[in-house]
């Protein structure tokens, strides 16, 4: 259970980095969203 968990911890981490970096870089969902919200005002 214990090295399920840990492995399972691991892939939560690993996808927040991922989703981090590609926000960062300005190709994410909210960035998308928030260029789309400036360009109406």
Do not use: Q
Not at 14 to 41: C, D, P, Q
């Amino acid at each position: 259970m214990d090295k399920f968990f840990n492995t399972r911890t691991k892939k939560v981490i690993f996808f927040v980095i991922i989703i981090g970096v590609i926000e960062l870089s300005g190709h994410g969902i909210l960035a998308s969203l928030f260029r789309l919200l400036s360009s109406t005002n």
